[in-house]
């Protein structure tokens, strides 16, 4: 996330979009309650996965999230837990573009 957000900075500053990010750590009983909502990366409001056309998906995961599913992004034929810099880089851009 923080690569992504540091080569938005460089890419979207001359055009005078300032780029910052803001994260925030659901609790246990946010998180029992709606384990969707977590891991999402959100642009002026949007999530990433409308921005590039991905999906929201879901999937066993390790022993944090207990007996519950992690929510994954579905993009380009992949199930994604880790939502790797380029595709965060290329959300960023198309929320620039919207602006």
């Known amino acids: ?8 900075k460089g890419a979207l500053a001359p ?12 609790t246990l009983e946010e998180f029992r309650n709606n384990p969707v909502s977590s891991n999402r990366i959100l642009f002026n409001g949007r999530l990433l996965e409308d921005l590039v056309k991905a999906k929201t998906g879901q999937s066993l995961c390790c022993d944090v999230c207990g007996d519950e599913e992690c929510r994954t992004i579905e993009a380009g034929g992949e199930s994604l837990e880790i939502v790797p810099a380029e595709l965060i880089i290329k959300a960023g851009m198309a929320a620039a573009l919207e602006l």
Do not use: P, R
């Open 1 to 8: 996330m923080d690569k992504a957000v540091l080569q938005l």
């Open 15 to 26: 055009l005078g979009i300032e780029v910052f990010i803001e994260k925030s750590e659901l």
